[in-house]
């Protein structure tokens, strides 16, 4: 990026230059702020120079990457525009944007990527040097469209609430739960199963008398055995009927009475426990039950899994740690030396969980408060591929633990959560280059 003039020292007798050189430098021609570009497009690069040659993209110390900050709000941007894109229909499928080369006098515009010639529409007619749309702007390097298609439903937020914890840690859960109500939209739909040694789906929608069906801890549950046990749909035929989904679905608005009185009266898991032995906490079926519960009465349209966790999974699939005191918890050293007895089969097990709420657009959110660990090392892929949070603090009465989950409910300028469902990233590239892969809280279709 530096311009120079080289200049030798000659011995004008001898006739030949000696050997000590001088290089003058001068400022660069042009200067870039990284953090501008970072704060107009939410990008920034592992390099600013491109290479230029296959022989210098093997010298770059450091991979050639891009940090991208989906949804961030773009300033002094325009507002999304109200119409589809106009796409390449060469085999790129790129999108019309101000690296285009423009034709005004043919009404064409040429591809960056495939330079394939494309015809503006009819209602492009008028466009020219000086009447460029939004999207052809050289400032406007960010877009944003807003489809005219039909709106998603609202989404749902399944609660699952962790009982086998102590009273007073029960109770600080319960006021943060009771807190988080009133920050749910009216229109959002809500659901609540609670946990222990077993797994208990609550009817929300009974008013005079509460309802709960409960699923043994200890053995793996389908999407099919949760849909045939709440008799959501005729048994052994997949999709739920939509009468039968309101009794443990229901808006905000609707069930707002019968929740708070559950929540109120939720009560520490009554199952014995021996002083030698851990509480019996079936972590990876409540939350197997959370993913088929949605799956049968939400699939591919927004939801969202709210695991609040007081210790480690001990029971049933998912497990990460014995029942018995006597055996450890694993450490680090031992999930490095491959010495941690449980960790595979409850990584994959989790894996499994994580790839089914990708498939569903479904996130999972994870608040882990306690002194001991609670397994989270197992369960990080349910949260990291579908996108969602990790919290962890040694009470549910932090303040670390209430300011993140009331954080989860921000809304924005026009009153809407803060958040997104179902993302689809798709990069483009010319032909010269591929993508190598992704780093972050993404999934690959």
Not at 5 to 23: F, N
Not at 84 to 113: H, K, T
Not at 242 to 261: H, K, N
Not at 424 to 432: H, N
Request: with cysteine; proline share 7%.
């Amino acid at each position: 990026g530096n311009r120079g003039v080289h200049s030798e020292r000659v011995d004008c007798t001898a006739g030949r230059a000696l050997p000590s050189r001088r290089l003058r430098l001068f400022q660069p021609a042009f200067t870039m702020d990284f953090g501008a570009m970072e704060e107009q497009d939410g990008v920034r690069f592992s390099f600013s120079i491109w290479p230029t040659s296959r022989l210098e993209a093997t010298r770059c110390v450091v991979p050639l990457a891009c940090n991208y900050t989906p949804l961030k709000k773009i300033v002094d941007g325009p507002p999304p525009l109200p119409y589809e894109p106009i796409f390449c229909r060469g085999p790129c499928r790129a999108v019309l944007n101000p690296a285009c080369q423009i034709d005004y006098r043919s009404r064409m515009w040429v591809c960056p990527f495939c330079a394939t010639r494309n015809n503006f529409p009819h209602h492009y007619a008028d466009i020219n040097e000086t009447n460029l749309p939004a999207e052809l702007i050289p400032q406007f390097t960010t877009i944003e469209y807003q489809l005219q298609r039909p709106y998603a439903p609202p989404p749902v937020f399944v609660l699952v609430v962790d009982t086998s914890v102590k009273e007073k840690e029960l109770q600080a859960l319960k006021d943060s739960l009771l807190m988080a109500l009133n920050l749910i939209p009216e229109n959002a739909r809500v659901a609540l199963i609670t946990f222990g040694a077993t797994v208990q789906v609550h009817e929300i929608a009974s008013q005079e008398m509460p309802k709960c069906y409960v699923f043994r801890g200890s053995k793996e549950v389908t999407t099919q055995v949760v849909q045939d046990f709440l008799g959501l749909g005729p048994r052994g035929m997949k999709g739920a009927n939509p009468d039968q989904i309101g009794r443990f679905v229901q808006s905000y608005s609707e069930c707002e009475f019968s929740l708070t009185s559950i929540l109120e009266g939720l009560e520490h898991d009554p199952w014995p426990v021996k002083i030698e032995h851990r509480v019996l906490r079936c972590s990876g079926a409540a939350l197997a039950v959370a993913v088929g519960l949605l799956e049968c009465t939400n699939a591919n349209n927004p939801g969202r899994i709210l695991l609040f966790l007081g210790g480690p999974c001990t029971e049933g699939p998912g497990a990460v740690v014995a029942v018995d005191k006597e055996e450890p918890m694993r450490g680090h050293s031992d999930i490095d030396q491959d010495n941690a007895k449980w960790y595979k089969k409850a990584t994959q097990y989790y894996n499994g969980l994580a790839q089914r709420c990708v498939t569903n657009g479904h996130i999972v959110d994870i608040f882990a408060c306690a002194l001991d660990q609670c397994g989270v090392a197992e369960m990080k892929a349910c949260v990291e591929k579908t996108g969602g949070t990790i919290v962890q603090t040694d009470t549910f009465s932090n303040i670390v633990f209430k300011e993140s989950f009331k954080r989860i409910f921000m809304r924005d300028d026009e009153n809407n959560l803060r958040m997104a469902f179902m993302g689809e990233l798709e990069v483009i590239t010319s032909r010269e280059f591929k993508v190598a892969g992704a780093i972050g809280c993404c999934a690959s279709l």
